[in-house]
């Protein structure tokens, strides 16, 4: 049988591992320059003043929520339709998750239920670019600055991508990113939050490090041994190694999104007036293409022949509501977001990474035009 092509996979070339290799042979393996010289690329790239670096988009996720003061019985709106980490970091901070059904046509989160799921104890709304396109952030930061919330981006898909014209990283009060190997730039495990606000990027450097501040005007203070820890932090350092990984593979994006604009062209084109629907595209956007989706009737027999033919076809996502952890512990129940699950009925992830060949993309759509 052929190999599975997987949904997701990385691209490494031989200058990955050279900037691999030169850390190893450095005096820094962790917390060195290679850390910042990530962040302030990465900064540059999407326009947002600070960038941490952290251990993945789950710590990320979490960071970002301390950083903006989530506590217990505050409550933090999640779209339903994302990966669990979106909603599970609110949870590790002892907040209620609020979820929020998605558009019917873009699975993005519908602003005007974010809007009437607001209550006395909202703190925070996050929004995921799913699949890699932008939420619909201008109506977003209006219900947020109208009732006086926190916006938080989960964009760990939508690396590269712009909604009217400014880039993901600026959209939200603070941008959280992944660099798991699926993602548009891997580091192994990695992730990174974004913000332009340098009183929450301190905090978010602190949380990293165990809440502690060794800034330089401390230690001139108190003297050369002296630090602080002001507060419950983690050790959520991403590495010197995966820092350069990173930084390397930051360079190939640009023609990364190309080739993952142009796979996604090809199966827009050949899905049109067929029967695996693909999902809407919103006006003004530039698309980053994490993910292709398609809603097909028979996707539960299509997924099964998809993959014996060797096709990684996935699922993304099980509203998170519908998990046991939810349902046990938060009451929540099938039904509370409706689009959502009619939704993840019918929706099939079909292989989308720059690596993949034109031949691949072929077989691909022979294949869901045939099972679909
Ligand atoms: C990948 C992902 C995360 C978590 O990232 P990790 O780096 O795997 O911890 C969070 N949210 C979404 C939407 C993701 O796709």
């Not at 939508?158 to 891997?186: C, M, W, Y």
Request: with cysteine.
């Amino acid at each position: 049988m052929e190999k599975m092509l997987p949904y997701g996979h990385q691209t490494i070339d031989e200058a990955d591992i050279a900037a691999v290799n030169e850390v190893l042979r450095s005096d820094w393996l962790t917390t060195g320059p290679a850390v910042e010289r990530f962040e302030q690329a990465v900064g540059a790239y999407t326009g947002a003043a600070e960038a941490v670096a952290v251990s993945n988009g789950t710590a990320a996720l979490h960071t970002a929520l301390f950083a903006l003061g989530v506590q217990p019985g505050d409550d933090v709106i999640v779209p339903t339709m994302t990966f669990a980490a979106t909603a599970n970091a609110a949870r590790y901070l002892g907040a209620n998750v609020v979820f929020v059904d998605v558009d019917p046509g873009t699975l993005l989160i519908n602003p005007r239920a974010a809007e009437a799921a607001i209550s006395p104890r909202t703190k925070v709304i996050i929004g995921v670019d799913y699949a890699g396109q932008p939420c619909d952030w201008v109506p977003l930061r209006h219900i947020a600055h109208k009732h006086n919330l926190a916006l938080v981006a989960d964009a760990s898909h939508a690396l590269g991508a712009e909604n009217a014209g400014q880039r993901v990283g600026t959209l939200a009060d603070i941008t959280t990113l992944s660099f798991h190997p699926v993602k548009h730039i891997a580091t192994g495990e990695g992730g990174m939050t974004l913000t332009n606000d340098p009183a929450l990027a301190r905090r978010m450097r602190m949380f990293r490090s165990h809440g502690i501040d060794s800034s330089a005007r401390l230690r001139e203070e108190a003297g050369q041994w002296f630090y602080a820890m002001e507060f419950l932090g983690y050790n959520y350092r991403l590495s010197d190694i995966q820092c350069a990984l990173g930084y390397s593979q930051l360079q190939k994006l640009p023609q990364w999104l190309e080739r993952r604009q142009n796979i996604a062209a090809r199966y827009s084109a050949a899905f049109q007036n067929s029967s695996a629907q693909p999902l809407a595209l919103r006006e003004q956007v530039r698309h980053a293409w994490h993910l292709y989706v398609v809603r097909c009737k028979n996707r539960d027999a299509a997924f099964a022949q998809l993959r014996q033919a060797g096709i990684g076809v996935n699922v993304h996502y099980v509203p998170v509501h519908l998990h046991p952890y939810y349902q046990q512990n938060c009451g929540t129940k099938p039904g509370l977001c409706p689009v959502a699950e009619a939704a993840y009925a019918e929706i099939l992830t079909l292989p989308l990474w720059p690596g993949m060949s034109d031949a691949d993309v072929n077989r691909i759509i022979t294949a869901v035009q045939h099972f679909c």
